[in-house]
C-alpha cells in the first residue's frame, strides 16, 4: 500500500521533468512557452483560490496584484529606473507588495457582502489599470500603455534564463528553463495552499465561507481571517506577476484588465472551487485550449481557403459560453471539492445561509 | 446571592427603528446556576442572546461576565472571554464534518498562524494533533463518538442540535447559553440532553437556558427569568414564577393583570 | 465660455443616460436581488441594431429625414433588447434562482462575454459610427452651449422616467413588481405570478436600455462592441449612489454621476497641480461606488437595502 502512492509519485516527478522534452519534440518548442504560461496561470488560480474557493469571497479585481508584482519587478530590474536587482530580492519584494495591497484593499471592503465584494474589487482592480495606464505623466512611473521593457531576466548563480543554456551536450532554451523555475515555484504554493487549508487558519476559512454569523460565535475574528486571505492570495499573484515580467521581459497594462481577472476566475469555476486538483485542471484546460483553437484558423485556411472567424475572437465567447455552462450544468465544477459539491447542490437552507453575513442582523 | 454573579445583565434594552425588542432588562446568573429564560414567542428571548454574544449593538445598558464588560464588544472577544452560545436555527458549518466543525470551536483556544500551518514547525503540529484530540473528546462526551467523519449537514437534528453543542464547548466557555436546544426532540432525546446539561453543571459549567418544554425548565433550573413583550415580568425559583398572575396572562395572552 | 456651466450641463446629459441604465441594474436587483451584469451588453446591443437598421435604411434610400430614420432604428432595438432580456432571464438566470449567490453572478459575468463577443463577431472590431443625420441645432444659455442632441436626450430620458415611474406606482403590473421586490414569497401567495413578473422586469429594463444605448451612441457619434462594458459599470454605480433597488434613486444617481465625472474629469488637472489629467474620468465611477459601499451602503435614497447589505 505504501509503495504506491510513492511509485506514483516518483513517476509524476520524472513526468514533470521531462515535459518540457516531450511537449518540445512532439508539439514544437512554441508550445513549451504555453507550458509556462500553464504554469503561471496555475501559480494565479491556486492564488486566487484561497479568496474565492477557500475564504468565499469574491475577488474580481485579483489580476491588480498580478500587476503589482509584474511592475514592481520592472521598476527594480530594468533600464527604466536603471535599476538591477537580483531576482531573489524582487520578487519576494513584489510578493510582499501585492500582500500589503491585499491588505489595503480588503479592509475597507469587507464590510460587504458578496456581489458587492465583487463589484468593488473589480471597481479596484480598473483603478489599479487606469494608472498604470496613465502613470507616464507628468513623472514616468510605468511609461504608460506603451508599457515597460527590456526586464532583466531571472538570473541564478551567474547564469541567465534569458538564454539558453547547454548542458552535457544537450541545449535547454530559455523556455525550458523558466520551465523548471515556475514549477519549482508552482509546487512550493502548492505545497503552501494545502497546508493552509488543513490547518487552523483554513478551517477558519471554511467557516467563514459556510456561516459567518456561526464563524463569529466561534471566536473567529472575521475581518483579519478575511483580510489574510486576501493578504495570502495577494501575495501568490505578486509572485506570479513578478515571475511574468521576468519571463515575458516586457509588461504593459494590456495584460492586467479585468479579462484576465475574469479568465482566472473561470479556471477556478471550471475547475473546481476549493480544490487544488480542480484548480489546476481548470488552469491547463484554460490556457491549453485557447492556443489549441489557433489551428481553427489554421483548419478555416486550408478548408475554406479563407479564415473567415479569427480563432482568437472565439476565444472569449468560448469562456463565456463555458462559464454559463458550467453553472447551470456542473456549477461545482469538472473536479469539485468535496464541500462545494453539497454546497452547489443544496438548496436554499445553505444559500440563505451563505448569504447571510454578520452585518445583515446588525444593521 | 452572595457571591457576585457570573453574568450580569443590566438595564439592557435594545431598538430596531421604532421597535422596541429589549425594555430595561436586568438579570444576573450566578456560578454553576441552570439559568433558565422564557416567554412567548417573540418576547425576546433571541433578541437578548444576540446582544449579549455580540451580534447586536445595545440601544442601552450594560452586559458583564464575571465583572468584565461584555457590551460593545464584537463576537469573537465574548467568546474569548468564556461566553459560548447555540443557536435556535442550527447553524453548524454544513459542509464541513462534524469533527471539522468542532475542531473550528478550538479557534480562539489556539494560536498557530501561516507560518505554523505552512513550516509545520513542532508547535504547530501538536498544537493541531491536541485540537484534533479535544475534538474528538468533545464529541464523545456529548455522544457522537463515531459521526466524526460524516458532513455535519447530513446529521440527524438531534445530532445536529448535540454537535452544535459540542462546537460551543470547544471554545471552553465558562458559561453556555442554549437557545432552544430540545426543539424538535423525542422525550428520549430530551431526556439525554438534560442529562448532558446535568453533567456540564456538574462539571462547573453555567448554563443559560432558552426553552419552551416547561417541564424541562422546572426540573432543570435553577432560576428562571419570564420575558414578555421585551421586558422581564418575573423572575425567581420556577414553580412560583409558574403562578405569577403576570406569567400566566402573558402566556394565556390576556391582558397585564 | 463658462467650463463650469458647460461641464454641469454635459454632465447632466450624460447622467440622463446612467440613469435609464441604471434603472435596468436597480429593478433587477430590487426583485432578484442581482447583479445583472449584463445589462451593459444589452444596451450596447440595442446600439448596434439601431445602427444596422439605421444603415439599411439609409442604403435604400439617403434622402429620409434624419429623425424618421432614429426612430425606425429604436423601434426595432427597443423589442429586440426586450427579446434578448426575455431570453437571457429565461435561459441563464431562471434556473438558478435558488442557487448560491455567486452562481447567478458567474452566471451573468459569463452572458455578458458572450453578448460582447457576438457583437464583435456580427458588428466587427471597428467602431461602428452614427451617421451624421440628426439636427444639429446649438443654443445657448448661461455662457455654455447645448445642443439640440443634447436637449432630445434629457427630454426623452425624462420622458421614459416618468413612463416607468407610472408603470410602478399605477398599474396592476407595478403593484406586482412592488409586491415581489419585498417578498417572493408573499407575493406568490398573493396571487401574483412571480415568474412572469421577474421576466416583465427584465424586458421593461431591456426597453429602456435600448433607448440609452441608441442616445450614447447618438451622442458620441459610434458604437462599439465594447461600450457596454464601462457604461454598464458607470450605470451600475450609479444605481449603487442613489441606493439600489430603489428607482428613484437609480435617476438621482445618475444624474449625479454623470455631473462628478463631468465637473470632476474638467477640473482634476487643477485639483492635483496638473498631476492627474482628464483621462482618469473613469476613476471617479469606481471612487463613487467604493465610497457609496463602504460608507453608505444603501445609498442616498435606499432604505430597505440597509438590512440586506
Redesign the interface.
Known sequence: MRERPRLALALLAVLLAALPFLIGTGLGNSWVRVLDFVLLYVLLALGLNIVVGYA?L?DLGYIAFYALGAYLYAWLASPHFGLHLPFWMVLPLGAALAGVFGVLLGA??L??????L???T???G??IR??M??LN???NLTNGPQGMNLIDPVSIGGVSLGKSLEVAGITLPSTYLYYYLFLAATLLVI??AM??QH??????W??LR??E??????????RNVKL?AFA?GATFGGLAGGLFAAFQGFISPESFT??ES?LV?CMI?LGGMGNIPGVILGAVLLTVIPEALRYIGDLQRATLGQVV?DPA??R??L??????AM??FR?AGLLPS???K???S??????E???AS?????? | MSAPALLQVSAVSKRFGGLAALEDVSLSVGRGEIYGLIGPNGAGKTTLFNCMTGLYDLSAGHIHLDGAPLHGRKPHHIVEAGFARTFQNIRLFANMTALENVMVGRHPRTRAGVLGAVLRTPGARAEEAAIHNRARELMEYVGLKNKGRTLAGHLSYGDQRRLEIARALATEPRLLALDEPVAGMNPTERRQMSDLFLRLRAGGLTLLLIEHDVKLVMDLCDRVAVLDYGRKIAEGEPALVQRDPAVIAAYLGGDEA | MDIFTQQLINGLVLGSIYALVALGYTMVYGILELINFAHGEVTMIGAMVALSVIGVLLGASPDLPGLMVVIAGLLVAIPACMALAFGIEKIAYRPLRKAPRLAPLITAIGVSIILQNVAMLVWGRQYVSFPAILPRGQHEILGAHITDLQIAIVVLSLLSMAGLWLLVEKTRLGRAMRATAQSKEVAELMGVNVDRVISYTFIIGAAIAAIAGVMVSAYYGLAHYYMGFMLGLKAFSAAVLGGIGNIAGAMLGGLLLGVIEALGAGYIGDLTGGFLGSHYQDVFAFLVLILVLVFRPSGLLGERVASRA
Open positions: 468565499g469574491l475597507p471592503t464590510r460587504l457582502r458578496g456581489d458587492y465583487a463589484i468593488v473589480l471597481g479596484f480598473e483603478i487606469i494608472f495606464n496613465n505623466a507628468p513623472f505545497v503552501v497546508r493552509l490547518s487552523r487558519v483554513g478551517r477558519a471554511a467557516a459556510e456561516d454569523i456561526a464563524a463569529a460565535a466561534m471566536g473567529i475574528n472575521t489574510l495570502m479585468l479579462w475574469i476566475l469555476v472567424v475572437d472565439l472569449m465567447l469562456f463565456g459560453v463555458a462559464l454559463v453553472m447551470l456549477p468535496r464541500q462545494r453539497r454546497e452547489f443544496a438548496q436554499d437552507g445553505v444559500a445561509q451563505e448569504q454578520l452585518y445583515d442582523t446588525k444593521a
